[in-house]
């Protein structure tokens, strides 16, 4: 498996289990973020996924980021960079719909590139 493909595959495993997580403990995405446990591990999926982006950028992988809508790879970007440096003012409602309707978006592309 070459490097993209296994960047593309701990992509898709980080949603997994965000998914997982949501659907393990029977929460809403607004119970989840709100939770003292689950929270901390939802975002720390979601600076997983923005580290994976990040080295594929840096591996100048671009044919495949293309593929990628550049609102969601910007948006990512931004989660992570807000969680990494500025972590208690991070606005659930932001993690919310990146968890709602981004990660959706990025695990849909991400395993038709890996198919």
């Not at 607004?30 to 901390?40: D, F, G, S, V």
């Not at 594929?56 to 609102?71: C, D, G, I, R, T």
Request: hydrophobic share 45%; charged share 30%; net charge negative.
């Amino acid at each position: 498996m070459s490097k993209v493909s296994l960047r593309l595959a701990s992509i898709i495993r980080s949603i997994e289990d965000v998914e997982f997580i949501l659907n393990e403990n029977n929460l809403k995405i607004t119970q989840a973020i709100e939770n003292r446990i689950i929270k901390p591990a939802i975002r720390m999926h979601l600076v997983k996924i923005a580290e994976q982006f990040s080295k594929l950028k840096e591996e100048n992988a671009f044919a495949v980021l293309s593929q990628f809508s550049e609102n969601d790879l910007r948006g990512i970007a931004a989660v992570r960079n807000y969680i990494a440096h500025d972590y208690d003012s991070v606005d659930d409602h932001i993690i919310e719909d990146v968890v709602r309707f981004d990660l959706p978006r990025i695990k849909s592309v991400a395993t038709s590139i890996v198919q």
